[in-house]
């Protein structure tokens, strides 16, 4: 059974800096990974997906990488603002065929709160 | 505007008593699904569908129905609802062959 683990749970930095958010996972027969945002009391919203092929994707400020072979990918944040306060969400959805196939895996995520 | 519509958005109610939380999309997705979300414990799927008559269980299908007899609508109905289903809901949509799924704004479900 997949599982997928977000470190850390929560994090708070001043407005401006790096950051970087991990998120792990057991099976390695991803077909996908994405990176989503959820703010209080709405729902989620996609920020970057990364197919198993692909190594990084990069929107904006924001770059997500992907090492299937050991179950890892990262969010990076460059020059945090106050605007991207908000819980972030890494989902893994499984290889095709099987009866998985339908399903997707959340991490818990991570609470990022940057202040001014 | 393209958009997955849940309601309600808010439900107080008593154990036992039936209720359906309907989800409803206007993209022509063919793909929709359940999801809890807990305190510690994330998301967790309770049930999707790949298309109108296709179903099955997610992680935590335990209480739980569901049905899909139009491509539009997958409501999720709880036929005895115990305190232990108090979450937050979230419906998702995607079109079959993308890749990005379409949330809900949620559902807050306290059951006393």
Known sequence: KQEVTQIPAALSVPEGENLVLNCSFTDSAIYNLQWFRQDPGKGLTSLLLIQSSQREQTSGRLNASLDKSSGRSTLYIAASQPGDSATYLCAVRPGAGGTSYGKLTFGQGTILTVHP | ?112
């Not at chain 2, 063919?30 to 296709?54: A, C, F, H, K, T």
């Not at chain 2, 709880?78 to 108090?86: A, V, Y």
Request: charged share 20%; proline share 5%.
């Open chain 2, 1 to 112: 505007e393209a958009q997955v519509t849940q309601n309600p958005r808010y439900l107080i109610t008593v154990t036992g008593k039936k209720l359906t939380v309907t989800c409803s999309q206007n993209m022509n997705h063919e793909y929709m699904s359940w999801y809890r979300q807990d305190p510690g414990l994330g998301l967790r799927q309770i049930y999707y569908s790949m298309n109108v008559e296709v179903t099955d269980k997610g992680d935590v299908p335990e209480g739980y129905k569901v049905s899909r007899k139009e491509k539009r609508n997958f409501p999720l109905i709880l036929e005895s609802p115990s305190p232990n289903q108090t979450s937050l809901y979230f419906c998702a949509s995607r079109l079959q062959g993308s890749e990005g799924y379409t949330f809900g704004s949620g559902t807050r479900l306290t059951v006393v």
